[in-house]
């Protein structure tokens, strides 16, 4: 049996003459995944996630997360294992890490569309498609390689799940909220506590306005638990026993530390989220707010009867939504409200609201703007711009990224390197080298770390050497600046440096010459044994060499 809004026309057509065929939403996710495949990796992020994934492949561990070969406990594994596992399959390609989350906001919008379409009919389900699917929010935040849209996929199909069992009109569902308590499970995988706090918060604050207690316990409270705790438990179980201080670092410091410390990176004032919201879900969020003022005033009229409002069916039918519609709004509250306490924050903390957001939208448009003539041609036109925007969204930050990757000096590294040969990196940290090079060795990190461990901020300085402290033996990637000395006279050692580094005097450490300079790092190799080496390794100069180098690693494959 369906459970459907009354206030929300349950088969609103969309027009036809719009041009959007009843399949042609189905086309969203299709562009989802080729965008995937254009972009560089985007710093820092999508280098250093997809590297912990691509290392866990290739090193075999699949326990413990690692950057440059050191413990890298700031998240859970979920994404670093299904990373390994699209690498296993389908290369180590950025389009591969980026597959991962494309098809958790894949999972997204098709949860949020079959249960839109149990609660409020076909035509607002397809109205909600469209809004989500051509958003930056699924476009651009869909195919970004981190933890964001992971977690906020899991929580808001745990909500989904949750609101199906509980509205459930022969009462609770219990195989759709064991589909929650898994859900849930899955979030804490992917991103932490967070992953069940915030679903469980929300349904709580539903709840209590809803006033469904006896919902609750009827709850298959005992295996929805079990569930729970088999699925997301053993890691971490496992990791502690490895690691002994592992939980302490993850959820004291990057968990509970980061929501109250004031000390970490990305400070934002207070309002910060409205902003991310308008950015993610332009231009459909107005439509939203649109909602929720008609639900203000008419709550408001219904209240002081007496305030001089005029009356109107749709005023009337938003002075009692229906649960499912009250549970967005909370949804929405709750969750941007958590979020916007800490001192640091972040636009893809905001993505686990959109999907209720364009659901709203959609019942608002469905109520006012599907009925008119032009209703539909200015969807189409609007489709159009988040289209528009999204396309150009994704090219800016591609031209973005090149200004600052090493793709172009890890093309001539990755096949020029031979075994014994020892990679060395001054003054930053090129995430995405790794990646692209395929290095089956850790990068030595030339940098005086006393001083650093004093006075590095919340960098990636600090993740490594914190990272190094579980594990005395990674620990050995990090070196100091004096390490230059002895590389300049070693056979097979290659050094890169950001353009114009200060740290790598060519006048006193001579013994290096220049292979490549890109158009942010220079990548050098030491002169010593270079004549005895030659008859091995190819010889790449410049951009003429970079070319033959990229056309040797083709004919390796």
Aim: charged residues 15%; hydrophobic residues 50%; aromatic residues 12%.
């Amino acid at each position: 049996m369906t459970s459907v809004d009354s206030s929300v026309p349950p088969n609103a057509p969309v027009p036809v003459h719009t041009g959007m065929r009843r399949w042609a939403w189905l086309l969203l996710p299709a562009l989802l995944l080729v965008l995937a495949a254009w972009r560089p990796l985007a710093l820092p992020d999508e280098g250093r996630y997809a590297e912990v994934g691509r290392w866990m492949l290739a090193s075999g561990d699949w326990l413990t997360p690692r950057l440059d070969g050191v413990p890298f406990f700031h998240k859970p594994p979920l994404l670093y294992w299904l990373e390994a596992v699209a690498m296993q399959l389908l290369g180590v390609t950025p389009w591969a890490a980026r597959l991962v989350v494309a098809l958790h906001a894949c999972l997204m919008w098709g949860v949020m569309c079959a249960c839109v379409r149990h609660f409020a009919g076909a035509a607002t389900a397809r109205r909600a498609a469209w809004m989500l699917g051509s958003s930056l929010a699924f476009l651009v935040g869909g195919q970004y390689v981190n933890h964001d849209m992971v977690v906020a996929t899991w929580m808001s199909v745990a909500i989904w799940c949750f609101a199906r069992a509980m509205l459930h009109p022969g009462g609770v569902h219990a195989h759709w909220a064991r589909a929650g308590f898994v859900a849930c499970a899955l979030g804490v995988l992917s991103k932490g506590l967070i992953g069940l706090l915030l679903p469980g918060f929300v349904l709580t604050l539903w709840v209590l306005w809803t006033w469904q207690w006896r919902k609750v316990w009827a709850l298959p409270w005992v295996s929805g638990v079990l569930l729970l705790v088999a699925v997301a438990l053993p890691w971490f179980v496992l990791a502690a026993r490895e690691h002994p201080d592992m939980l302490a670092y993850m959820f004291g410091k990057h968990q509970f530390g980061r929501y109250t410390a004031t000390t970490f990176n990305n400070a934002r004032p207070w309002w910060f989220y409205g902003v991310a919201v308008v950015v993610l879900l332009f231009p459909w969020v107005f439509f939203a707010l649109a909602d929720g003022w008609q639900r203000v005033r008419a709550a408001v009229q219904q209240r002081w009867p007496s305030q001089p409002m005029a009356a109107s069916p749709a005023a009337s039918d938003a002075s009692v939504p229906s649960p499912w519609v009250t549970l967005c709004w909370i949804w929405v509250l709750a969750i941007l409200g958590f979020f916007s306490i800490p001192n640091s924050k972040l636009i893809g903390y905001a993505l686990p609201v959109i999907p209720s957001l364009a659901v709203l939208a959609a019942v608002w448009w469905q109520q006012h703007l599907a009925p008119r003539a032009w209703g539909g041609r200015l969807f189409a036109g609007l489709v159009g711009l988040a289209l528009v925007l999204a396309l150009t969204a994704n090219i800016v930050a591609g031209r973005y990224t090149l200004r600052h990757s090493s793709a172009d000096v890890a093309a001539v590294l990755g096949c020029e390197i031979v075994a014994g040969d020892v990679v060395a990196v001054l003054d930053e940290y090129p995430y995405d080298l790794p990646f692209y090079a395929q290095l089956q060795q850790p990068i030595e990190v030339l940098q005086d770390w006393d001083t650093e461990r004093r006075t590095a901020g919340d960098n990636w300085r600090r993740e490594l050497f914190e990272g190094a402290d579980f594990d005395a033996q990674a620990a050995r990637a990090l070196q100091p600046l004096s390490r230059l000395d002895t590389l300049q006279q070693q056979a097979g050692a290659w050094v890169l440096a950001p353009n114009g580094s200060a740290s790598l005097n060519l006048q006193r450490h001579s013994g290096f010459e220049r292979v490549l300079g890109g158009q942010a790092w220079s990548l050098y190799r030491s002169t010593a044994g270079a004549s005895a080496a030659a008859s091995e390794r190819p010889q790449a100069t410049e951009h003429k060499g970079l070319g033959r180098c990229q056309h040797q690693r083709q004919e390796q494959r």
